[in-house]
């Protein structure tokens, strides 16, 4: 298993991406107890999957009522989904946090560029006041990769972020400003600030918090806010270790060892074609110790170069923490 890790790593073609993912299928067919159950339920052999587009999905409401994992290392953290009352929480029991380390710092970098030097301040109120979030822990290593003296987290200081953001455009320091969805809104209610080089990434919903927006609206009132012609996204989850990533108008990228495919809504173990709205079905390599193969609560669409749009979630869908909430 340890060998596979750093393929994961290396895939840069669809060949190389083929061969890892049916490599780590058939290492969590035979040694992910729930995965191999699930399968065996639905009558597939795994030798006689032979390529990617064949390989049965996990429902990520799994993580919620079992164990996934796929070898028998210490479980070194777990990752908690945030939830209401009386809703039931999905868990990620993770044996080996550098593999996630690995995974979130080389999409970032692919996507963002050097990590060090940038400055990068986090809005994320609901995510810090509760134990368990994977993206704490990722925001958590970019301020400290960052090693910029002004890097850091605003609770609900909200002036204090804003004359933050003011000396930093003065000086044209490259600055990246992670929030959720609910607490961006609630800064650029109170101010206003013309910063065309800084990067604004939501992530996440209303939490509760504020009325429902639709994707159009919600990015042009943040862009007017705080004077920047895009609003970038992250599409990530508690069961992922992987995240993907969208420069504005909600359409996302993947990392080189995730990917993104859809089902019929009516029929969830068949593929929907490109350009029609399906369940977002993920390919996520870096699950190596837990479940690669995840079947989400969410909608989208995939275009034609692998990229992708998330329209909302199925009807019966728990709201969930660390996702991208569009309607």
């Not at 420069?247 to 029929?267: A, H, S, V, Y």
């Amino acid at each position: 298993m340890k060998d596979l890790i750093p393929q994961v790593f290396s895939i840069d073609t669809p060949q190389s991406f083929e061969k890892v993912c049916l490599d780590v299928f058939n290492y969590q067919a035979e040694n992910c107890a729930v995965y191999r159950e699930y399968i065996s339920h639905l009558g597939i052999v795994p030798q006689k999957i032979t390529q990617s587009a064949q390989i049965p999905y996990l429902p990520v409401s799994f993580f919620k009522t079992h164990n996934i994992i796929s070898n028998t290392d210490p479980v070194q953290i777990i990752f908690s989904s945030s939830g209401t009352t009386g809703m039931s929480q999905s868990q990620h029991l993770v044996t080996d946090v550098l593999v996630y380390e690995k995974s979130f710092n080389l999409a970032f970098e692919q996507f963002y560029g050097e990590i060090e030097n940038t400055c990068f301040l986090a809005l994320l109120p609901s995510y810090q006041e509760r134990d368990g979030s994977s993206l704490i822990y990722m925001v958590d290593a970019l301020i400290g990769k960052s090693r910029h003296p002004d890097s850091g987290y605003f609770l609900h200081n909200h002036t204090d972020l804003f004359e933050k953001l003011k000396a930093l455009k003065l000086t044209n320091q490259k600055t990246i400003l992670i929030g959720v969805t609910y607490a961006l809104l609630d800064f650029v209610d109170q101010h206003h600030i013309d910063f065309p080089n800084l990067l604004v990434m939501e992530t996440g919903g209303m939490k509760g918090k504020r009325k429902e927006m639709v994707r159009e609206e919600l990015h042009q009132t943040l862009q007017d806010g705080f004077g920047i012609s895009a609003i970038h996204s992250e599409y990530g989850m508690t069961e992922l270790l992987s995240q993907a990533y969208s420069f504005g108008n909600g359409i996302f990228n993947c990392p080189p060892w995730m990917k993104i495919q859809l089902r019929e809504t009516n029929d969830p173990l068949s593929a929907a074609p490109i350009h029609k709205t399906g369940g977002i079905n993920i390919i996520d390599l870096a699950n190596i110790n837990s479940c690669s193969f995840i079947a989400t609560q969410d909608l989208g669409k995939i275009f034609p170069d692998g990229s992708f749009e998330v329209l909302g979630r199925f009807d019966n869908a728990d709201i969930r923490g660390c996702n991208l909430l569009v309607n």
